[in-house]
């Protein structure tokens, strides 16, 4: 009787203890499920807080369906010309074409929609960038006026809103939003708190900082708000100094780059055109070179010029682009500064290069006739 007592007991024991590891169990899968879901919830919250600040009014949701519709729509298109493209030129088999189809719809849908979800993400930065350069451009104008306010007897909240000017752009929808959280009861503090914190301004939050710190000594804001707008405007002074300082090495970028490398690139095509026609006029090696000890052959496939076109079309490109962001951080010290140039930068070297190409071969032919 000990003994069934004894191995019952041990078996409730032993029950009990893969009760309480099951248990365990599914408590951390379900601490792992809600993990993910927080960090998801914290992803889809950052993005839409980083589309806010971007100005943009969109919904996630919506966004996401757009950027899916968008990525089938050019798979699509990327499909009917592969298949009208092969069948009529290659006569591929349909098997060939469904496998081709198969690789288009999966790799490439999922690289497209990376792809335009990449592209959104840059000009939502860009667009944050450049909505806080907006507001740091005006931001002296704006404490000027605000800080006459102040002086002429009015209270910093109303101060703040009868500075306003529809100038001011980014900077007035701010301060309007500033004056409708202050009406609705929030602190002025904490307002301005949540504006310099939209904005990734060192700037900005240095003023918001001290404002804040004006206001609870309780000293004399508008002599403080012109004291901050005049070390402000005194900052940008000596950037636009510094600029000026680096202005040769400018110049020898934007050279080097938009001018020199076209017309280097043009003359090397005119040298393979030169090489390519002597060749082909001498045909094949050259026996008697060969008989008195010079090894001289003209055989064999060279760089076609249509190859070095494409080659010299991309070497272009990709120097414009970091010749455009290394100017920025010259002059600007920041990359994103740059961006809006590299557009023009591209466009005028690829010009350059088509006029240099057509300018090099009347050259040539004007030199042939000599």
């Not at 349909?94 to 849908?109: R, T």
């Not at 409708?180 to 700037?203: I, N, P, Q, W």
């Not at 082909?280 to 008697?288: A, C, E, T, V």
Request: no cysteine.
């Amino acid at each position: 009787m000990n003994f069934k007592n004894f191995f019952g007991k041990h078996e409730k024991e032993s029950h009990h203890q893969k009760h309480q590891e099951k248990k365990e169990k599914e408590n951390q899968d379900a601490k792992k499920f809600d993990d993910k879901k927080l960090k998801a919830q914290a992803k889809k919250q950052r993005l839409k807080d980083s589309i806010e600040r971007a100005g943009f009014d969109i919904n996630t949701k919506e966004l996401s369906k757009i950027f899916f519709n968008a990525a089938i729509g050019i798979n699509l298109v990327i499909s009917l010309y592969l298949v009208y493209f092969f069948s009529s030129n290659y006569g591929i088999t349909w098997s060939k074409i469904a496998a081709w189809m198969l690789f288009i719809w999966v790799f490439m849908f999922l690289f497209l929609w990376f792809a335009i979800w990449m592209g959104f993400y840059i000009l939502v930065d860009y667009r944050i960038f450049k909505r806080k350069i907006d507001v740091e451009e005006v931001l002296p104008d704006f404490l000027q006026l605000a800080a006459s306010n102040i002086n002429a007897g009015m209270p910093i909240d109303r101060a703040l809103w009868y500075a306003v000017r529809p100038r001011f752009g980014v900077l007035a929808k701010e301060i309007e939003m500033i004056a409708k959280e202050t009406m609705a009861g929030v602190d002025l503090k904490t307002a301005l708190e949540r504006f310099a914190a939209r904005y990734d301004s060192v700037t900005l939050k240095r003023t918001v900082n001290m404002i804040n710190e004006g206001l609870e000594a309780g000293g004399k804001i508008g002599e403080l708000l012109n004291r901050i707008a005049d070390d402000i405007q005194q900052q940008r002074a000596l950037m636009k100094e510094m600029a000026a300082n680096v202005t040769t090495y400018v110049i020898f970028i934007t050279f080097s780059t938009i001018v020199a490398a076209p017309f280097l690139f043009a003359l090397s095509g005119v040298l393979i055109n030169v090489v390519q026609g002597i060749s082909s006029s001498l045909g094949g090696n050259l026996d008697s070179a060969s008989n008195v000890g010079i090894p001289i052959s003209f055989s064999g496939s060279g760089v076609s010029i249509k190859d070095f076109t494409i080659f010299g079309y991309v070497s272009l490109g990709m120097s414009a682009f970091f010749s455009a962001l290394m100017i920025s951080v010259i002059k600007k010290g920041n990359v994103k500064s740059g961006i809006k140039y590299v557009p023009i930068f591209m466009a005028v070297s690829f010009l350059i290069y088509m006029f240099a190409q057509k300018l090099m071969n009347l050259v040539l032919g004007v030199f042939i006739q000599f």
